[in-house]
């Protein structure tokens, strides 16, 4: 593995922890290792965004990271807690109080409006109704949705729609937001909405993780993890993200996913 490191990184706390994770698939006497032995560290408060060609194993990291898969082989651990030999149960539980997550096919459930979707994380949670209400409103509006919280997803835009996404990501305040592609189902000014929300969130200290195979979207990172063949090719790390240096950060992400660094 090759680490393009520019800034120390020790004085960091990890919020996760894997070690030697692997994933394999089989199907009868064939099997696929979708990743192979991978050791990470997640940084609390960084935004890191994992790139990789299709069927790299950039999403099935993000799914075993998150708690949404199980590993075949390999430790994870969540601030130096194990977790992957919990039960279904406890990991229910880890899914709903420390992570959110934001899909690229957004999920809402139709048949809820956006304020019912974006709450209902939050009552299973067993918190009060009041509380529930009280984030999911506070979120609507900071997140400029408030006005629709009344509208199923079918009547609003794809924008709107992942803009509730987000919302119900952070209705349990997660210690860590998981976001997969969640630009790849919008136009290009809705997706530089999206971006720009997930940039503050991170200014204010939540950490990100990412997956996305757009390059612009990339440049917001300030850790960019490259996946090969199931494997960590190369990090690159990067300042926190300003839009006047957005042009640097194009430069240093084309040459860094292209090799051209040394």
């Known amino acids: 593995m090759i680490s393009l490191s520019i800034q120390q990184k020790q004085t960091k706390k990890n919020v996760l922890r894997v070690e030697n994770l692997s994933k394999v698939y089989n199907s009868g006497e064939d099997s ?16 890191t965004v994992i790139m990789g060609s299709s069927g790299s194993g950039k999403s099935t990291l993000l799914y075993l990271l998150s708690g949404l898969d199980s590993p075949t082989e390999g430790d994870i651990y969540f601030k130096n807690e194990r977790i992957d030999t919990n039960d279904e149960r406890a990991m229910a539980q880890f899914r709903a109080t420390k992570i959110g997550y934001v899909y690229q096919s957004i999920n809402l459930l139709p048949d809820l409006s956006l304020f019912e979707n974006i709450a209902f994380p939050g009552y299973i949670s067993g918190r009060t109704k009041g509380e529930v209400r009280s984030k999911a409103l506070s979120l609507m509006s900071s997140l400029d949705i408030d ?16 803009r509730a996404a987000i919302a119900r990501a952070l209705i349990n305040s997660p210690e860590v937001v998981f976001a997969d592609e969640p630009t790849g189902a919008l136009n290009v000014q809705q997706g530089e909405i999206i ?11 939540q950490s990100i993780v990412m997956v996305t195979h757009d390059m612009k979207a990339a440049c917001r990172a300030d850790r960019l993890i490259l996946i090969k063949d199931g494997m960590i090719d190369s990090i690159l790390e990067l300042s926190k993200y300003k839009p006047e240096t957005m042009v640097e950060r194009e430069r240093k992400v084309y040459s860094f996913v292209f090799g051209k660094e040394s």
């Open 32 to 47: 696929f290792h979708a990743t192979k032995n991978i050791n990470l560290e997640i940084y609390d408060g960084d935004f």
């Open 147 to 162: 006005k629709q919280k009344n509208r199923l997803p079918s009547q609003v835009s794809g924008g709107q729609q992942q």
């Open 195 to 205: 971006l720009d929300i997930l940039t503050e969130l991170n200014k204010k200290g």
